[in-house]
């Protein structure tokens, strides 16, 4: 039990609760529960001799903010609690996009609502919309102010309206919370540079080499060619600053309280415009101790488990949100472990899968996706993931190389090839990728793309051959198809849906040409999106229906939503993913063909599974009978079946 189903409970012993008064009554009792693990995870960062003042602090600032909160957020938040895991239903589906590049503005967001509901999409993760530098800015990743909305996109009102419009519409929204860096010219950021010791302590400053070369001896670079090394030498200050990213976002100190405290304030400010989901950016890394690669220290855990143990006194309708691209046993971690199960983050991204299936593309098999899966921990029963094929960013190849090993593949020469695969380097490839931050001394390196022009579609495209083109279309819904129905919450990427390509243009832009990883950034294309209901056999209006399709059926199906109902199949053909999601008398087969030419499976192995193979038993996508050859089932190239027994 965690400390939201006590949170449930408390609420369900009143059945009307949305006066002032009842809901600070609720408030009270919400910190009354939380008080004793927050005031553990406190002091397990901070000394209590030196810093019981800070916590008397804290537990004021929680009231503070509670106050500051909307009556109707806070009466949206007791309905939050009543409907306990919402987060986990088979009804969501999201979209992730840059507000800017799909529709011009926050009021151009707000006037394609209705695109969304037409797709089957009721939960968006818009990119950071708040101020940021001028020029280089890490996609809006460094940030001037966790509340103010860029002019770019609109103001705050217009936002606030976004939200309230969308609440209307059953659109939840996710925002960014970038907790381990400001920019440069964050309000902090810039009273450091002028001199102010407090604020100086804020960050990790130093006014020699000494510390910053210790560092440097186990740290790792996260952008080895555009930003190499950890520390700035800042010249305002005259002091060497951490910098672990990019030169002007610096990395905040929490081992200082008043920066947690601060922080706290600040992810209230975002939770109040009306956000349903906030997305800890970069959280692996918010704890730096020296002679470790301060990446998933147990202090960064219980640092993230307090931010949720303040968010779930002041705003229990709030959720988090675990961006930890880490190793698949790392990932687990950030729901939380042993006293702290259930109490960290509700979601995390499955990068995990998403790197598998890459993977199975580019070998044509199933089989590391098949080990690695089904030989990491399941994850608590209330939590859940993102599930996706691809997202902003680059694609990482982040698998565990003890499974690389065990399938007799060299892990480095195997990472090689993916990276010749999708990046160019293999005539016989279709994919059309880029590079993305190649590290020469040990051989990492990342993907940039668009989903179809990495499967292979403009390849295809280009050459004006049907079938490469038809193969290109399956296996972008085959790869949709697993992240709609492997248990989490899918999230497409904004013109993935329509099968748009690379955009090639950002190596004409100054403020974008050193990162490529805007080539899967693209403009929303709504002069195709225009075209969809006057063309059946275009690749967007056949990829759109496709999805549209498989969103309606995964909504009509109690049974994809996420309660650790899945089970993985070890599949006698190496090319076929195999598994089952099961609730009551209801089950569902997914089968696909990860393999460019046609494979079978025996109708014995798929009786030992559970499939029946009499004319009652069908393939929910077309809605049509299984059809069996000599005793086998085939799977066309790439084609994938969602199997229902009568």
């Known amino acids: 039990m965690n400390q939201a189903e006590l949170h449930r409970y408390l609420v369900s012993k009143e059945p009307k609760i949305d006066d002032a008064q009842q809901l600070k009554t609720y408030f009270d009792l919400r910190l009354a529960t939380n008080l004793s693990l927050i005031k553990s995870l406190f002091f397990s960062l901070y000394n209590e001799k030196e810093y019981v003042d800070q916590f008397y602090v804290l537990i004021e600032q929680l009231e503070t903010l509670y106050g500051q909160r909307s009556l109707a957020l806070q009466q949206q938040d007791i309905e939050r609690l009543r409907a306990?895991?919402?987060?986990?239903?088979?009804?969501?589906?999201?979209?992730?996009?840059?507000?800017?590049?799909?529709?011009?503005?926050?009021?151009?967001l707000n006037e394609k609502l209705p695109y969304f509901k037409d797709l089957g999409i009721n939960f968006l993760h818009?990119?950071?919309?708040?101020?940021?530098?001028?020029?280089?800015?890490?996609?809006?990743?460094?940030?001037?102010?966790?509340?103010?909305?860029?002019?770019?996109?609109?103001?705050?009102?217009?936002?606030?309206?976004?939200?309230?419009?969308?609440?209307?519409?059953?659109?939840?929204?996710?925002?960014?919370?970038?907790?381990?860096?400001?920019?440069?010219?964050?309000?902090?950021?810039?009273?450091?540079?002028?001199?102010?010791?407090?604020?100086?302590?804020?960050y990790y400053?130093?006014?020699?080499?000494?510390?910053?070369?210790?560092?440097?001896?186990?740290?790792p670079e996260i952008f080895p060619q555009s930003a190499p090394g950890n520390f700035t030498y800042n010249k305002e200050m005259e002091k060497w600053v951490m910098t672990c990213f990019n030169h002007y976002q610096w990395d905040l100190n929490y081992r200082n309280p008043e920066v947690f405290i601060e922080m706290l304030a600040n992810l209230m400010s975002l939770a109040n415009l009306g956000v349903d989901v906030i997305r800890f950016d970069a959280l692996a890394f918010l704890w730096k101790k020296l002679g470790t690669q301060s990446q998933n220290l147990p202090e960064a855990h219980a640092l993230i488990s307090l931010f949720r143990m303040c968010l779930q006194v002041i705003a229990p309708g709030v959720i988090l949100l675990a961006e930890a691209i880490v190793a698949p046993r790392n990932i687990l971690k950030y729901f939380g472990e042993g006293m702290l199960e259930g109490n960290e983050c509700e979601i995390a991204y499955n990068a995990s899968l998403m790197a598998l299936l890459w993977n199975s593309i580019a070998t044509k098999q199933a089989s590391l996706m098949l080990k690695s899966l089904t030989e990491i921990p399941t994850k608590p029963k209330d939590a859940t993931w993102i599930n996706y094929i691809r997202c902003h960013d680059d694609i990482g190849l982040g698998y565990d190389d003890n499974f690389i090993a065990s399938m007799g593949w060299d892990p480095r020469v195997h990472k090689e090839f993916l990276l010749n695969y999708y990046c160019g380097k293999l005539a016989w490839s279709p994919a059309k990728g880029l590079m993305f931050m190649y590290n020469p001394k040990n051989g990492d390196g990342r993907i940039t793309g668009s989903a179809a022009s990495l499967l292979g579609l403009e390849t295809a495209l280009a050459q004006n051959n049907k079938?490469?083109?038809?193969?290109?279309?399956?296996?972008?819904?085959m790869m949709h198809g697993i992240i709609l129905t492997i248990g989490g919450i899918p999230m497409i990427y904004a013109g993935d849906e329509i099968g748009t390509l690379n955009d090639y243009t950002f190596e004409q832009d100054a403020d974008h040409v050193n990162d490529n990883r805007w080539v899967n950034r693209p403009l929303q294309d709504w002069n195709t999106i225009s075209t969809l209901n006057k063309t059946s056999d275009s690749p967007p209006t056949i990829i759109f229906k496709g999805l549209k399709n498989m969103i309606r059926i995964r909504k009509d199906h109690t049974v994809f939503k996420d309660t650790n109902n899945l089970k993985i199949y070890g599949c006698p053909n190496p090319h076929i993913f195999v598994y089952e999601r099961t609730e009551g008398e209801c089950n569902i087969y997914i089968l696909s063909n990860f393999n460019e030419v046609t494979e079978k499976l025996d109708i014995g192995w798929l009786h030992s599974i559970g499939i029946?193979?009499?004319?009652?038993t069908i393939d929910l996508l077309t809605d049509h009978p299984l059809e069996l050859i000599?005793?086998?089932?085939?799977?066309?190239?790439?084609?994938?079946?969602?199997?229902?027994?009568?």
Do not use: C
Request: no cysteine; glycine share 8%; net charge neutral.
């Open 84 to 108: 306990g895991n919402w987060y986990q239903s088979e009804q969501m589906v999201g979209m992730q996009l840059y507000v800017d590049r799909f529709n011009k503005n926050i009021s151009g």
């Open 612 to 616: 029946q193979t009499g004319n009652t």
């Open 205 to 219: 400053t130093y006014p020699t080499r000494h510390i910053p070369d210790e560092f440097e001896k186990t740290l």
């Open 126 to 202: 818009l990119m950071p919309v708040t101020t940021r530098p001028a020029g280089e800015n890490d996609g809006g990743y460094a940030v001037n102010s966790y509340h103010e909305i860029d002019p770019r996109y609109g103001t705050k009102d217009e936002f606030v309206a976004l939200t309230k419009n969308a609440r209307k519409k059953g659109i939840f929204l996710m925002l960014d919370f970038v907790v381990n860096h400001t920019s440069d010219e964050f309000e902090w950021a810039k009273k450091a540079k002028a001199g102010n010791a407090k604020y100086q302590g804020y």
């Open 630 to 646: 000599n005793n086998e089932l085939p799977l066309k190239p790439f084609q994938q079946l969602w199997i229902k027994n009568s």
């Open 467 to 477: 079938n490469i083109i038809d193969y290109a279309i399956a296996k972008i819904l």
